[in-house]
């Protein structure tokens, strides 16, 4: 080969690597996006959390959201989801004088990843980094060389004490419940001191109180401090012990490495293809949200449990808590029996544990780290043991699970927000089957009722129907026959409701006569909370999962339950969007009346499917998730609640979604991406390919399940857990006859 003709060929490699398709390959975790929905359209924004998969340790930046100018020291441990740090360390350079126990600093150059934090503080030009483990972790600060340099640590609530270069110290939380720091640097202090009201005394070591305060100080230059720390709600010592079992040194780099290797094994459970970069990073970053919730709290085989106030023996069970069942049981707690099974059965055992240790054998309603604080509407621990069951997920012990959910039922108030004993409300369900509703004005005088609340009339009513049909599932699976038609004829409570002239569910006085007049959007007051709860009747029309062939013939039939189904999307707000979200702040995310940002709507895109016109879900599916959910920092329409909002998600963008918990069934939606790959827990694969997918083809043409020709749209868990294959022809047209025979629709409680 002549010199010529090796500079024309090595200039056409040089050129074809340029435009080569080819990138650079991208593990799952590189496309999550922690920011993701950090600035909120109206509410609570999410939070760019780091932390290991269901890991006791977790954080974020100090600062009220994304759009704040400053960050309030660095963070420790984040023990409720939306809460701040525990605990707070403060790099400081400057003069003693000016200490405080909390510096705010303007800050540049962030970087978060769900293993790995960094950020530069630009007023004392300090560098920044973070790793954590699952009960420890490190920071590296590289302090600017020409300033004293200084590290504080406050405790906001509790007891600071320092020995050298090692930090001990609790904070308090709330319902007898503490949370521990054991912390060391690599660097020996020059001098150690408490910090109170401003003044430093390095004769004392120990502290408590309110900001109780210990001050490390390095001399009169800045370099570069390794930290290391460990957290426990058992001891300091047991926080110092986590920390040995977890890390044995200061890097930050094999921390971070460490981490990353165990998020993508997690987010590799689900393997996807789809061209879109944007699409990946919504849907593993959506799934990464499912992990956050909730945390594993067992140390060395111990765990402190806010439910009784005693550390226990997990038994070799890892106790799990902090989950807000109310808005997870609906998507989150299906998505993990089919990829996490392990998972989901300790998270049950550890609900079965929580109604042990409590006065009452009652199923939690919101398990948090200071005990269940009985939050919202309803007992939907039911559905989570009811899927569980019918899914066969059934390594817990069934018998007990099924007490504890009928007697939080049966023992419990149904008052929203309280965990008071039946009383007269609840005497009034048993005996008409609905909650009462007061007249506008009329004062409430039942002591149930939460102080700050309302009854809720509609969303109790409705919510209890459906968690009393899941006990009648649960007792079926267990042959309590009696108890099972019980609690089924319980679950046509909604009817007792249903208003047969507006073919809305409308709240009833004591005396069995609706209140009148009534706007189905904006009766109710703050919320709607005196008759629904956040969102409006339009929303609520539709809230009964377990029985939608019954809530198709109430509304007069399949032509008729369409129409009030469109209508739902194309009923205008009625006010202006300053009036209508003062009043309804939850129900955002709007399309028409229907409000894709809280977890009551969930499942009313797919009862298309239920009357006749798969081919409506599948373009409200498709349409929803364009519209609402973005890999930016506006992607999330409302409060995306540790997971019930990013399961939905997870779900309708591989195509199918789980309609009802209870029950063994999948509803078919129109799948985003081309080709989904799921590792079921028990070693076997669940694939969806959909041909011909794009923006455009979003319509099912024809289907394959199993290798048979599949026209109904849904599918059962039998016809997946074993292994198995969906197939979607995808084209950009409706198939308007595929799936609508009223013989394919999927079972409602009858059917079941």
């Given amino acids: 080969m002549n010199r010529l003709n090796s500079i024309l060929i090595g200039a056409v490699c040089i050129l074809t690597a340029c435009s080569s398709p080819f990138r650079e390959h991208k593990s799952p975790v590189d496309y999550v996006n922690p920011y993701m929905g950090n600035i909120s359209h109206l509410l609570v924004p999410t939070y760019p959390t780091i932390h290991l998969p269901n890991s006791m340790l977790r954080v ?18 984040v023990t409720s989801h939306r809460g701040q740090s525990s605990f707070n360390l403060t790099p400081y350079q400057g003069e003693r004088e000016a200490l405080k126990p909390v510096l705010a600093y303007s800050y540049d150059n962030e970087r978060i990843t769900p293993y790995s934090y960094s950020v530069f503080l630009d007023e004392p030009g300090i560098e920044v980094h973070y790793a954590p483990s699952h009960q420890s972790a490190v920071y590296q600060i590289t302090m600017n060389p020409d300033a004293p340099s200084y590290l504080i640590l406050n405790s906001r609530t509790g007891r600071m004490k320092v020995n050298g270069n090692i930090v001990n110290g609790y904070q308090l939380l709330g319902n007898n419940t503490k949370v521990y720091l054991h912390l060391e640097t690599q660097q020996q202090p020059v001098e150690t001191m408490i910090l109170s009201n401003g003044i430093t005394d390095n004769s004392q070591k ?22 290391r720390y460990g957290v426990s709600f ?30 993508n094994q997690t987010l590799e459970k689900i393997e996807i293809d789809t061209p879109s970069d944007d699409e990946k990073g ?13 945390v594993c709290i067992s140390e060395d085989g111990r765990y402190f449990s806010a439910f009784d106030g ?27 029996i089919l990829a996490e099974p392990s998972l989901e059965t300790n998270i049950i055992r550890s609900y079965i544990r929580m109604a042990e240790q409590m ?41 007990k699970a099924f007490l504890a959910c009928k007697q939080g039922i049966e023992n419990k108030t149904l008052a929203p927000w309280s965990g008071k004993p039946v009383g007269w409300l609840d005497a009034f369900y048993k005996e008409h089957g609905y909650i009462p509703a007061l007249h506008p004005g009329e004062k409430e005088t039942v002591p149930e009722v939460h102080p700050s609340e309302k009854r809720q009339p509609i969303a109790v009513t409705l919510g209890t129907s459906y968690d009393e049909w899941c006990l009648s599932q649960i007792a079926g699976y ?10 089924m004829n319980r679950s046509y409570n909604y009817k007792n409701v249903f208003n047969p002239d507006t073919r809305f569910f409308h709240p009833k006085d004591k005396y069995g006569q609706f209140i009148e007049p009534f706007d189905y959007r904006f009766s109710g007051s703050m919320g709607a909370r005196e008759y629904y709860g956040e969102n409006n009747g339009w929303v609520y029309r539709w809230d009964v999962p377990h029985n939608v062939a019954d809530l198709i013939t109430l509304m007069g039939g399949r032509e008729a339950f369409n129409h009030e189904l469109d209508a739902t999307f194309n009923e205008p707000l009625g006010r202006s969007k300053f009036e209508f979200y003062a009043q309804l702040p939850d129900h955002t995310g709007n399309v028409g009346q229907f409000s894709m940002a809280n977890e009551p709507s969930l499942h009313i895109p797919y009862l298309y499917n239920y009357s006749g016109q798969p081919w409506k879900t599948q373009k409200r599916i498709r349409t929803l998730l364009n519209e609402w959910f973005r890999n930016d920092l506006m992607g999330i329409p409302g409060d995306e609640d540790g997971g019930g909002m990013s399961a939905f998600v997870v779900f309708s963008m591989m195509g199918f979604y789980p309609v009802t918990p209870g029950s063994p069934t999948y509803n078919i939606g129109s799948p985003m991406l081309s080709y989904v790959k799921m590792h079921l827990g028990n070693g076997k694969v669940f694939e969806v390919e959909a041909k ?18 599949w026209n109904k749209p849904w599918f059962s868990h039998s016809d997946i857990i074993n292994g198995g294959k969906l197939v979607l022809i995808m084209g950009n047209k409706a198939n308007k006859s595929w799936g609508s025979e009223e013989n394919c629709a999927p079972p409602s409680a009858v059917g079941l």
């Fill in 60 to 77: 974020y930046p100090e600062r009220a959201d994304y759009t704040s100018d400053k960050i309030n020291g660095l963070p420790l441990i």
């Fill in 310 to 336: 005693k550390i226990h023996e997990d038994e070799g069970i890892p106790f799990y808590t902090d989950d807000w069942i109310w808005d997870t049981y609906r998507a989150a707690h299906p998505l993990r």
């Fill in 206 to 227: 120990e502290i408590n109180g309110e900001n109780a305060c210990i001050v490390l100080y390095y001399g009169d230059k800045g370099k570069t401090l390794n930290i």
């Fill in 282 to 294: 919504l849907f593993y970053t959506s799934l990464y949200r499912c992990y956050e919730r909730p």
């Fill in 478 to 487: 267990l042959r309590k026959t009696d108890e099972q038609a019980y609690y």
């Fill in 359 to 399: 006065d009452s054998l009652w199923m939690p309603t919101f398990p948090e780290i200071t005990g269940d604080s009985r939050r919202m509407n309803s007992n939907h621990a039911v559905a989570t043991i009811a899927d569980a069951c019918a899914k066969g997920l059934t390594e817990f012990d069934i018998e």
């Fill in 692 to 709: 011909n997918c794009s923006a455009e083809n979003k319509y099912i043409q024809s289907a394959v399940l199993n290798g048979k020709e």
């Fill in 234 to 263: 058992i001891s300091e010592e047991q926080a110092k012990k986590n920390l040995e079992r977890e890390i044995n040194g200061y890097s930050v780099e094999a921390v971070a490495t460490a981490g990353r290797a165990i998020w």
